[in-house]
């Protein structure tokens, strides 16, 4: 089988050149071919020697991912559906802003972890996502927006927060975020790349050390009664366990808070209550917090937390000085907001026999 160029990130690429017998600095090329240019014919590379190209065109391939469905949204958000093969389609969606263009990737097909409001878990998992089908969301992405008057890519900042619990699928995540931030690669700033994650503990502590971008942690809870319910992987790695990660993140993040995510469940999560015990939890994590009104999906019993209380709850938390922002929800139109996506996964958990999955308008 051909080897997928995708799937390397540059040191890969570099020993991968090594071992057709080609000097480092072509890997260097054809990575600006690839992700400055676009690029994925090696025909179309001109500075590169025919007879390279031609040994690429045997041995070689830069295989993204099929767009099967492309999706926009009344307010200019746009999602597309890729298909990952055997039956599997993951959800990428761009959300464009006035100073910046944010991609949200997916990281796996499907997600193990079940928690109890997204609908990405409530299909199951199938299996991870490779390199090439990570990067290429990005690169699928630019590719249909195109570049800006300076020549710039639209992307501007990359958020894992698709399908899936990037942490889970780490070796991937971290070659395909080192594409991102690679010179020759998208040469995006560790500020403007964010993991999210619902608390893999040991996982954080590694990407600390791999490759420390930015963080946000999906929180949802100031107790590990009602995370326990909400976010189930905590009965794995309790609250007290997750600050301490987070602030061991913080000695090498790009950014010197962590953005905590809090879905807002009336009735569940949204008190003034759980407010107050919230603010005593994150006391010595420097943080931000995002509201993220609960986004419903068909097989949920769950509803959005009303307007004044999510006001409410947000006061709590400024008044204790903790920057509190309440997330827009965009494109929810096609179905791509937040804990909505849902692609088509073939569940090998069988847990969609209890709830089907519903496909996407
Ligand atoms: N697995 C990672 C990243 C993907 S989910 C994580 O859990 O952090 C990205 C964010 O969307 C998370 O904060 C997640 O909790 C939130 N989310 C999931 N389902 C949602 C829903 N139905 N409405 C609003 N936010 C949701
Ligand atoms: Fe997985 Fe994140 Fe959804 Fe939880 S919220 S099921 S970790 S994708």
């Known amino acids: 089988m051909k080897q997928n160029l995708l799937d390397f990130d540059a040191h890969a690429l570099t020993a991968y050149f090594a071992e057709i017998g080609e ?34 065109t045997q041995q070689a391939c830069i295989n993204v991912p099929t767009i099967m469905r492309e999706e926009l949204s009344d307010d200019g958000t746009r999602k597309w559906l890729l298909d990952v093969g055997t039956g599997n389609a993951v959800e990428a969606v761009y959300i464009p802003e006035a100073t910046r263009g944010t991609l949200c990737i997916s990281s796996q097909a499907g997600c193990a972890l079940d928690c109890a409001f997204c609908s990405t878990g409530k299909q199951g998992f199938n299996r991870n996502l490779s390199v090439a089908e990570i990067i290429g969301q990005l690169w699928w992405a630019n590719h249909q927006l195109g570049k800006n008057a300076e020549g710039n890519w639209a992307i501007s900042n990359v958020v894992m927060m698709g399908m899936g619990e990037p942490l889970l699928n780490f070796d991937n995540t971290v070659s395909a975020l080192r594409l991102m931030l690679d010179d020759h690669g998208y040469g995006l700033s560790r500020r403007r790349v964010t993991v999210s994650t619902s608390g893999v503990v040991p996982a954080m502590d590694r990407l600390r050390e791999e490759c420390p971008v930015a963080l946000a942690v999906s929180l949802h809870a100031p107790n590990d009664a009602l995370r326990d319910v909400l976010v189930p992987i905590n009965k794995k790695y309790p609250l007290k366990e997750l600050l301490a990660a987070c602030r061991r993140y913080l000695e090498k993040a790009p950014r010197d808070f962590i953005t905590f995510e809090y879905v807002m469940l009336d009735g569940v999560n949204d008190s003034v209550q759980h407010a107050h015990e919230l603010v005593r939890l994150v006391r010595e994590v420097p943080c931000k917090f995002n509201l993220i009104p609960f986004n419903p999906f068909p097989q949920t019993h769950y509803q959005r937390s009303r307007p004044d209380a999510i006001a409410r709850f947000r006061d709590v938390l400024m008044q204790a000085n903790i920057v509190t922002t309440t997330r827009k929800t965009r494109g929810d139109d096609i179905a791509a907001a937040c804990g909505q996506l849902a692609g088509q996964v073939q569940d090998k958990t069988k847990r969609t026999m209890q709830r089907p999955v519903v496909l996407h308008r």
């Open 23 to 56: 000097k480092p600095f072509r890997a260097k090329q054809l990575m600006r071919w690839m992700y400055k240019e676009g690029e994925s014919e090696f025909a179309a590379m001109t500075d590169i020697a025919v007879s390279l190209r031609d040994k690429l």
